[in-house]
């Protein structure tokens, strides 16, 4: 009974204990200054992606192929400059020839994707591709190679931003900043990435290209709590 009362005991004691140390807690009087930081960055896109289809009749014309049609597409891709190792059949599904019905026949056709580094690149493929009598082609979406690099110096760039405001701010009463207490990222849609087509109107006889690409935006905010000497 003994042992029993005595388990009690200290069990209430570190009951009372916690509650203590939790009210001194809540009654921390030191004084503090909440802010937040911001930072963002536009990048241009470096990885701009083009989906090519190649279709071809049901006929016994070799030139019209679907290989004929693709060895033609690398050559003259070869010609612009750009990289060939940067054409590739856009999916696993692509490796299957797919077959649509038209009132004309049986159509085959194969999706290609092709990477390009700028507009200038983008504007002599569409120009090649015109000359080839290729008219199934659209920018599907547009990419950073570097973007992790981006993000990582807007977030120190937003940390930054929040010492600073909080730095100002105390000066202007003559308090001086202490360490952090408490920091967190905000989610305010940091990373807005661009899959919009530049516009593109591919004609018989004429290429009309217009390649102002939107820019990829990077930002991001940060609360910041500091103690304050």
Same mark, same amino acid.
């Given at each position: 009974m003994k042992n029993t009362f005595l388990s009690l005991a200290i069990l209430f004691s570190y009951v009372l204990s916690a509650q203590n140390d939790l009210?001194?807690?809540e009654k921390d009087t030191r004084p503090f200054i909440e802010v937040i930081g911001t930072a %963002?960055?536009?990048v241009m896109p470096d990885r701009i992606y083009i989906?090519? !289809?190649? !279709?071809?009749?049901? !006929?016994?014309?070799?030139?019209?192929?679907?290989?004929?049609?693709e060895e033609n597409l690398?050559?003259?891709?070869? %010609? !612009?400059?750009?990289?060939l190792k940067e054409l590739f059949l856009s999916d696993a599904v692509s490796e299957i020839t797919t077959y649509k019905k038209r009132e004309t026949g049986i159509k085959l056709s194969r999706e290609y994707t092709?990477?390009? @580094?700028n507009a200038d690149e983008v504007k002599k493929v569409f120009k090649k591709?015109?000359?080839?009598?290729?008219?199934e082609a659209i920018i599907s979406k547009t990419e950073s190679s570097e973007i992790e690099k981006y993000r990582k110096e807007v977030r120190i760039a937003a940390i930054k931003a929040a010492k600073e405001k909080a730095t100002y701010l105390l000066q202007a009463i003559g308090e001086e900043l202490d360490k952090p207490l408490e920091? @967190?990222?905000?989610?305010?849609?940091?990373?807005?990435?661009s899959n919009t087509s530049s516009n593109m109107i591919i004609k018989k006889d004429n290429v009309n290209v217009e390649t102002n690409f939107e820019?990829?935006?990077?930002?991001?905010s940060y609360y910041i709590k500091y103690s304050v000497k």
């Open positions: 009210v001194f807690k %963002e960055k536009e989906a090519i !289809t190649l !279709t071809e009749k049901s !006929t016994n014309d070799k030139d019209d192929s679907i290989q004929k049609q690398r050559k003259g891709l070869a %010609e !612009t400059g750009v990289d092709l990477i390009v @580094k591709l015109s000359d080839m009598n290729i008219k920091i @967190k990222e905000l989610d305010l849609n940091s990373f807005r990435f820019k990829i935006l990077v930002r991001f």
